[in-house]
């Protein structure tokens, strides 16, 4: 049974047996936290300010979504084993720094596997999506939605990466993550797992040299000011889940359930036009603060591509050949479109 469809007969379970009770008795007054490692002005916040909205409207001001930001409640991964425990209702949190609960969610991070953010969306909204949603409840979490973190792309304060050859030696922070490490390897870099929350103090610091993001988190987390260029490489698109707590989950009515999840596609529509409108003006204030931005010419990057093609065969036994086939089934079926 998909989330939808446990929801859907929970609902008409409850909607048979409780037909005289008043419907505002299964909405029950709540405070849900929420915890993400970006800064408020990251397009997370306004996922998040739609999906208050959004409770405002379907539970008549009885939910408080209280965010908590820059990894206050701890990294993502603390934060998620904080959801499993049933202390904390919710995170927007990578997919990648939690592949050790859910090995499979490291297909995300397989190099070059989306071209744009169009297939993003449709393979994350489709079966596939749901395929992937179906395995958390084994791991006490619940994903409501997959929002968007976005397109990655290499900053150092070394020099401008315009070939395969000007990785060799970076020190790169890469996320805790085995797929991102080999990918980092591979390129010829000295790739070190880091939690988000260490990664401004370690470029300032200079323990490391560079580190690798969508704009609008390079942008938000002010890595401008600590790093000297910005490569192009669009290495890796990396979804954020919206995961709920399923022991706390379990404890809400089937009304309520429905709730948390439409209003987590609400703002997950949100989110990603905030996304995807603040990336270009990121990129502008980035070059403003005098980062030196390049592109990679078409040649370099195919060599690059090429380079990193035997991190999928290394790493399939980690995600699963299945989940990797049908990923790459959902793909086809999406070009072909
Ligand atoms: O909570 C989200 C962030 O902490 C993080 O996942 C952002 O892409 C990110 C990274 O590099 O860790």
Not at 110 to 120: D, I, K, R, T, V
Not at 223 to 245: G, I, K, W
């Amino acid at each position: 049974m998909t989330l939808k469809s446990t929801i859907a007969a929970a609902l008409a379970a409850t909607m048979i047996a409780g037909m005289a009770m008043p419907a505002q008795a299964q909405i029950s007054e709540r405070t849900i936290r929420v915890s993400n490692g970006v800064a408020e002005d990251h397009p997370v916040g306004d996922g998040i300010a739609a999906m208050q909205q959004c409770f405002d409207e379907r539970t008549g001001g009885a939910w408080t979504l209280n965010a908590f930001w820059s990894s206050a409640l701890g990294d993502d991964l603390q934060a998620t084993q904080a959801l499993r425990s049933g202390t904390q209702e919710m995170v927007v949190t990578s997919t990648s720094p939690i592949v050790g609960i859910v090995p499979a969610l490291g297909v995300f991070d397989l190099p070059f596997l989306f071209a744009n953010e169009q297939e993003a969306d449709a393979v994350l909204d489709g079966e596939f999506g749901q395929y992937i949603s179906d395995m958390m409840p084994e791991a006490n979490l619940i994903n409501l939605a997959f929002w968007e973190n976005g397109f990655r792309n290499l900053t150092n304060s070394v020099r401008p990466v315009e070939s395969l050859e000007d990785f060799e030696g970076m020190r790169v922070r890469v996320m805790q993550n085995n797929i991102f490490l080999d990918t980092f390897q591979t390129l010829g870099t000295n790739a070190t797992p880091m939690a988000f929350g260490e990664v401004f103090t370690a470029l300032e610091t200079g323990a490391i040299d560079a580190q690798e993001n969508p704009y609008v988190t390079i942008d938000t987390s002010q890595f401008y000011e600590v790093q000297d260029y910005l490569s192009n490489t669009r290495h890796a698109y990396t979804p954020f889940m919206v995961l709920f707590s399923k022991p706390i989950w379990d404890s809400y009515s089937a009304e309520e359930q429905q709730i948390l999840v439409e209003c987590a596609e609400i703002g997950r529509d949100v989110q990603r036009e905030a996304s995807r409108a603040l990336s270009n003006e990121s990129l502008a204030r980035i070059q403003e603060a005098g980062m030196q931005v390049n592109d990679i010419p078409e040649e370099e990057m195919a060599e690059i591509r090429e380079a990193v093609q035997g991190v999928y065969e290394r790493n399939a036994e980690t995600i699963g050949q299945e989940v990797i086939d049908r990923m790459m089934a959902a793909l086809e079926e999406v070009r072909a479109q």
